[in-house]
């Protein structure tokens, strides 16, 4: 992607790359949702991660901001997700925070148990989990923190017989 001209870049709600780390703040709207697994999905391209790693970060990063829209700060535009994304080089850690009244992800109910099938509560930490390494929530009073971890492997060797 070329670098957005100065213009361009004023307008961005998305910092430019530094040292692998981009920061953002944005209204509690769907099209920050779609900004943000963007933004995701542009930092998991540069870590070299193949297509079915990409498609698990945008829909973790995809889930964890709906989560924040629409729980956390219930669809409220005038208050804010926070996002970070950062490559460490051996990580991508992507974080998302809102400014909602928080919650216990141990009092979410598990989707698979018999008695919570029908129920339309507990997918989206249950998703999220299964599809990155580590999942870290943090209680900001107000908001909650969720941090998403997905480990970069190394490429492998490439034969050159």
Not at 18 to 43: N, P, Q, Y
Not at 74 to 79: C, G, H, L, S, V
């Amino acid at each position: 992607m070329a670098p957005a001209a100065p213009a361009e870049a004023e307008d961005s709600p998305v910092s430019a790359p530094s040292k692998g780390r981009r920061s953002f703040k944005l209204s509690s709207t769907m099209e920050s949702v779609e900004v943000v697994e963007e933004a995701a999905d542009e930092m998991a391209v540069e870590a070299g991660l193949d297509e079915d790693q990409r498609f698990h970060i945008a829909m973790a990063v995809r889930e964890a901001s709906i989560n924040a829209v629409l729980h956390g700060n219930e669809y409220d535009p005038a208050r804010f997700i926070d996002v970070t994304l950062e490559n460490t080089g051996k990580d991508l850690k992507i974080s998302i925070a809102d400014e909602g009244r928080g919650f216990d992800p141990e009092k979410v109910p598990d989707p698979l148990k018999e008695e919570n099938i029908l129920r339309g509560t507990g997918r989206g930490i249950f998703l999220i989990r299964s599809l990155v390494d580590e999942v870290h929530f943090r209680q900001l009073h107000p908001g909650t923190e969720l941090t998403l971890v997905k480990h970069l492997q190394p490429a492998a060797p490439k034969d050159v017989t």
